[in-house]
Nanobody, 123 residues
């Protein structure tokens, strides 16, 4: 069992930056690919970024590529999402998730989810 707790959300002006953190419980953190997803009001949850268990691979949605950076610290059992050049359309609840068996962009592949953290970007 893995428990995930996100933090770092908030209100920021367009063009600003935020860094989200996701702290994981358990001793198997490095075995899991970790993903960040987001869900805006009235929209489906969408993929943002994924990082492999070792941290040697990462992949981004086209909407965030070049602006967001995913990273992880397997000693601290934490995954991060650095978000730069934020836009109003980045406003959403951001979720981290752990994937035991794959390196995926699909939400249904993920086994464990955090409770989410709100990011609001004002214009």
């Amino acid at each position: 069992q893995v428990q995930l707790v996100e933090s770092g959300g908030g209100l920021v002006q367009a063009g600003g930056s935020l860094r989200l953190s996701c702290a994981a419980s358990g001793r198997t953190f490095s075995r899991h690919s970790m993903g960040w997803f987001r869900q805006a009001p009235g929209k489906e949850r969408e993929f943002a970024a994924v990082i492999s268990g070792s941290g040697d691979r990462s992949f981004y949605a086209s909407s965030v590529k070049g602006r967001f950076t995913i990273s992880r610290d397997n000693v601290k059992n934490t995954v991060y999402l650095q978000m730069n050049s934020l836009k109003p359309e980045d406003t959403a609840v951001y979720y981290c998730a752990a994937d035991t068996n794959s390196y995926s962009t699909r939400a249904y592949d993920y086994d464990y989810w955090g409770q989410g953290t709100q990011v609001t970007v004002s214009s």
